[in-house]
Each structure stands twice: as structure tokens, then as C-alpha cells.
């Protein structure tokens, strides 16, 4: 199948290499990818207490943590070069395998997200003698926001340096 215009325009957005600079080398991709991890904890968080809680001010939080959130994941996106936004058409098959293995990866570090969410929503039903729905629905939208991103995350923490930058700093 031959590549649409939309392709074409994704893989140049996720092939730009003018920042670079922010993911160039393991210990920066680490620092976005903690960042990243961060805000959307927080993002989550405030959006949950706003959903759930009898506040407002929490909704002032999600938006002030979502321009950095949404420039992080595009800094994520550009470090593995839109290994999973593009198509699977605009991949070659290294980075097909690639997009699987950070895919499953993802799924198991998933799973035992998930066990342990469910363990520890149980053990609140039972310490705080509260009715088990007050826990799960505020749990399962975090555990639903780690699982959306986690791919995304491992695949931040997977990619490798760029020879060409590694020979340009020796240079």
C-alpha cells in the first residue's frame, strides 16, 4: 500500500530532528520520560479529584499541566521517531519488530500495574470499611492512563543514541 499525504506529513513531523537536543542522549530521554511520568500523574490526579472530588480547583491543575504535558509527548514521540504514531506502512521491519517488543513490554509492565491496583483497591475496601465503588472507579481511570501511556514511556526508556550524534560529539 502506498503512502497517503497524511504519512508522508507525519513521518517528516516525527523525523524532525531540530530538537534533538532534549533526547539526544539516554539520561535525557530518562529525564523527559520521569517528567512526562510526572505530569501525567499529576494531570490524572487532578482530573480524578475533579471528576470525583467536591472541588474545582483540582480542573485549573489539568490545565496548566497540559501544554507541558502535550510538549513532553512530542518530544517522546520525536526520540523514537513516531515509532508508535505512524502507520505501520511508514515503518521498516527493525522498527516493526521494535514497535512490537515495546508494545509487549508495555503489556506486562501493565499487567502487574493492574494486579497490584486491584490488590490495593481491595485492601482499602477492607481497611477503610468504605464501600469498594467509592475506590474503583477513581483507580481504574489511573490504572486506564498509565495503560494508554506505558507504551509511549517504555519506548522512551528503549531507544538508542544516534550514531551519527555520538560521532559528531567525538569529532
Known amino acids: 500500500m502506498t503512502a497517503t ?3 508522508r506529513h507525519m ?3 516525527m523525523n524532525d530532528r531540530r ?3 532534549l533526547y539526544a542522549t539516554a539520561p535525557r530521554r530518562r529525564l523527559v520520560v520521569g517528567a512526562h511520568v510526572a505530569l501525567t500523574a499529576v494531570g490524572v ?3 480524578i479529584g475533579t471528576v470525583f472530588g467536591p472541588w474545582f480547583w483540582p480542573a485549573v491543575v489539568v490545565a496548566v499541566v497540559l501544554v507541558p504535558w502535550v510538549l513532553l509527548t512530542g518530544v517522546l514521540n520525536g526520540s523514537t521517531r513516531g515509532l508508535l504514531e ?5 515503518l521498516d521491519e527493525r522498527q516493526l519488530v521494535e514497535r512490537d517488543r515495546v508494545r509487549a513490554l508495555a503489556h506486562r509492565v501493565t499487567l502487574w ?3 497490584a491496583a486491584a490488590f490495593g483497591t481491595g485492601v482499602y475496601g477492607m481497611l477503610a470499611d468504605a464501600p469498594l465503588r467509592a475506590a474503583v472507579a477513581p483507580v481504574l481511570f489511573g490504572v486506564l492512563a498509565v495503560h494508554w501511556m506505558m507504551p509511549l514511556w ?3 526508556l528503549r531507544v538508542q543514541d544516534d550514531l551519527s550524534d555520538d560521532l559528531d560529539e567525538e569529532a
Open 5 to 7: 499525504r497524511y504519512d
Open 154 to 156: 517504555v519506548a522512551g
Open 45 to 47: 490526579g487532578a482530573w
Open 113 to 115: 500495574l493492574l494486579l
Open 11 to 13: 513521518y517528516a513531523l
Open 86 to 90: 505512524l502507520r505501520g506502512r511508514m
Open 19 to 21: 530538537a534533538a537536543g
